[in-house]
C-alpha cells in the first residue's frame, strides 16, 4: 500500500537554527498539503499546493517559513530561524486532486525546539 | 474563534460499550464533515466523512449522525475494543476542497478490555 514518506520523524534543533523537513506523496497525487499540529489540537493548515503552485498559504508564518514543491512531486518545508514555539508535529498529507478526494496524512515530523 | 468545537477531550469506554464523540460548527459554509483516526506516532486517517445532505452515514461499527439545524455532528463506535483506542478528530471545510479542512481539538479515546 502506498504511504506518505516524511523526513527526518524527529528532529531537535536549537532556537535561532534552521531546519528542513522532507515529504514525498504518493505517486500520481498532485495535491500536497502541510499542516502544523500543536500537541492536544487538530492539524492546521500551513500550505497547499497544486502540482508545483502554491494554491494557499494563509496561515504560514512567511517572515520565517517557506515551503517549494519545485517539480511537483516531493516538497520541502523550512524554517529560519526557529523558535521555541514552533515546537510541533509536521505532518504531510497528499490526494489525487484538490477537491473532494481523501487525503492521505505520512507519520509526520517531531520538531522540539530548546 | 474556534470554528469546530470537540468534547470531549477524553473518554474512557469498556470493551463492547458504545463510544461518542461530538462537534459543533459555527460556519454555515461547511458541506463536508469527516472523522479522522491517530494512533501514537501515525498521522491522522480518514475514518468516515459526511455531507449535509443527509442525516446519518454507517460504515461498520461506525456511525456519523448529523444534525444540520443544530450544527451538529457526532461519531458514534458500536461495540467499542481496545484496538479502537486512539484520538479522534472531527473536521469541516467548504466547498470540495477537503485540505482546507477546519479541526477539532481532539478526543482521546480508551477502551478498556
Known amino acids: 500500500e502506498a504511504e506518505v514518506a516524511q523526513s527526518p520523524r524527529y528532529k531537535i534543533t536549537e532556537k535561532s537554527q534552521a531546519v528542513a523537513f522532507w515529504c514525498d506523496p504518493i505517486?500520481?497525487?498532485?495535491?500536497l498539503y502541510w499542516y502544523r499540529q500543536i500537541l492536544g489540537q487538530g492539524p492546521e493548515l500551513l500550505v497547499q499546493?497544486?502540482?508545483?503552485?502554491?494554491?494557499?498559504d494563509s496561515q504560514l508564518p512567511k517572515d520565517r517559513f517557506s515551503a517549494e514543491r519545485l517539480k511537483g512531486v516531493d516538497s520541502t518545508l523550512k524554517i529560519q530561524p526557529a523558535e521555541l514555539g514552533d515546537s510541533a508535529m509536521y505532518l504531510c498529507a497528499s490526494s489525487r486532486r484538490q477537491g473532494g478526494d481523501e487525503q492521505y496524512f505520512g507519520p509526520g515530523t517531531r520538531l522540539t525546539v530548546t | 474563534q474556534q470554528q469546530v468545537k470537540q468534547s470531549p477531550q477524553s473518554l474512557i469506554v469498556q470493551k463492547g460499550g458504545i463510544s461518542i464523540i461530538n462537534c459543533a460548527y459555527e460556519?454555515?459554509?461547511?458541506?463536508?464533515f469527516p472523522w479522522y483516526q491517530q494512533f501514537p506516532g501515525k498521522g491522522p486517517a480518514l475514518l468516515i466523512a459526511i455531507r449535509p445532505d443527509v442525516s446519518e452515514k454507517k460504515e461498520g461499527r461506525f456511525t456519523i449522525s448529523f444534525n444540520k439545524s443544530a450544527k451538529q455532528f457526532s461519531l458514534h463506535i458500536m461495540d467499542s475494543q481496545p484496538g479502537d483506542s486512539a484520538t479522534y478528530f472531527c473536521?469541516?471545510?467548504?466547498?470540495?476542497?477537503?485540505?482546507?479542512?477546519?479541526f477539532g481539538d481532539g478526543t482521546t479515546l480508551t477502551v478498556k478490555p
Open positions: 505517486s500520481g497525487h498532485a495535491t
Open positions: 460556519n454555515t459554509a461547511f458541506d463536508y
Open positions: 473536521a469541516a471545510s467548504k466547498g470540495t476542497n477537503a485540505g482546507k479542512s477546519t
Open positions: 499546493f497544486q502540482d508545483e503552485s502554491v494554491v494557499d
